[in-house]
């Protein structure tokens, strides 16, 4: 086994088809070779790998330009990468964990945030905060939603608690014609697929969505004008992340554009990115962007320690802000698994590859130093 004097961290992802078993290979990859430059054994694993009785851990490591299958020693920092995306997931990743807690109690990279509502519970308690986050409450039934629309300029905006990449959001609107008293609906589905509802009659509407809603925890939104001048929607996604130090700092800033009429910005539904300050200079003019970008970077700075006091040690969040056509800033969703794609596109080079150092980097700083409360 390949042992490390300065210690072991295990990536852990979620299982997938291909030419490799596991996701995010190309992240990975470049994760492994940092970590060889950092002294540290990296690996790649699935909870479905790992089982009781046994002590080693299956895996992969990229050695020499390949990936390599190896047996590891159970890892003292996990970086976990891994969604989960129904109950069955969740328990055999929480069962992965126990066992490897048994053969060697490890410590969390970063902590997962506890879904949407909870991360705006933790941050509206913050007066710093509360003017820049939308009212937001949990979806209960059919004459809520009603009455929502009806108190919101006949429009309304849902999205799931523990939803990813844009998926099941859906935008209500009342029709305006005296003509019919129904409601429109634009939304994703679970692939992702932009579809389109048109419902003449608004009970009719309101039951169809209360049954794609289902069991499922929905968080109820006023619709926000977050369009730019070709009515594409956009947001500006930030990357915060503790860097060798310890220490909070922005790695990097994009601004993610929709298609025209696609609902979301995220990258995963067919969106571009771009660079945050020519971007907004363009629709808002140069002052209002100076300050609505202030108003990011403040925010920026400030949201990874709220939500440090109240889930524990973290080690990297992406921020999404919108921000409508009077400049002012709204906050839109906190990601603790966040992707780094749009640093990429945009061409942000320095950014980009702290994206990928930063966290073995901070895994390196917490072995170092046994800080593992």
Request: proline share 4%.
């Amino acid at each position: 086994m390949n042992l490390s004097p300065l210690g072991i961290v295990g990536i852990l992802v979620g299982e997938c088809a291909g030419p490799l078993p596991f996701a995010e290979s190309a992240f990975c990859r470049h994760l492994c070779h940092i970590g060889q430059r950092q002294r540290l054994t990296i690996y790649v694993f699935c909870p479905g790998w790992v089982t009781s009785g046994r002590r080693s851990i299956p895996g992969y490591t990229f050695e020499n330009g390949k990936w390599i299958r190896k047996q590891f020693c159970a890892p003292e920092i996990i970086y976990d990468r891994c969604i989960s995306h129904d109950k069955r997931q969740q328990r055999r990743k929480q069962r992965c964990l126990e066992i490897l807690n048994e053969l060697q109690p490890f410590v969390y990279l970063t902590r997962g945030l506890a879904g949407k509502w909870s991360v705006y519970q933790a941050l509206i308690k913050q007066s710093l905060f509360t003017p820049y986050l939308p009212d937001t409450v949990l979806y209960e039934n059919s004459n809520q939603l009603s009455q929502w629309i009806s108190s919101h300029n006949g429009e309304a905006f849902l999205k799931p608690q523990n939803g990813t990449h844009g998926k099941r959001t859906l935008h209500v609107k009342q029709m305006d014609s005296e003509l019919e008293s129904g409601i429109v609906l634009t939304g994703r589905d679970s692939s992702n697929q932009l579809f389109r509802r048109k419902f003449r009659l608004r009970q009719d509407g309101l039951e169809w969505i209360h049954r794609f809603v289902g069991s499922r925890t929905f968080l109820l939104q006023p619709y926000l004008q977050l369009n730019n001048a070709k009515g594409e929607p956009f947001d500006v996604r930030v990357l915060m992340q503790k860097n060798e130090n310890g220490k909070w700092s922005m790695t990097g800033m994009a601004v993610r554009a929709g298609r025209k009429h696609s609902l979301t910005s995220n990258l995963h539904g067919g969106g571009s990115a771009h660079r945050a300050q020519p971007f907004l200079t363009k629709e808002l003019g140069q002052q209002a962007a100076l300050e609505a970008l202030q108003i990011i970077r403040n925010l920026s700075e400030a949201i990874p320690k709220q939500l440090e006091s109240h889930f524990g040690r973290l080690a990297e969040l992406g921020i999404d802000f919108g921000v409508d056509r009077r400049g002012h800033v709204w906050i839109l969703e906190v990601n603790s698994k966040p992707g780094r794609s749009s640093l990429f596109r945009i061409g942000d080079i320095q950014g980009a590859r702290k994206s990928v150092e930063n966290p073995i980097q901070y895994a390196r700083y917490l072995l170092l130093r046994k800080t593992f409360a």
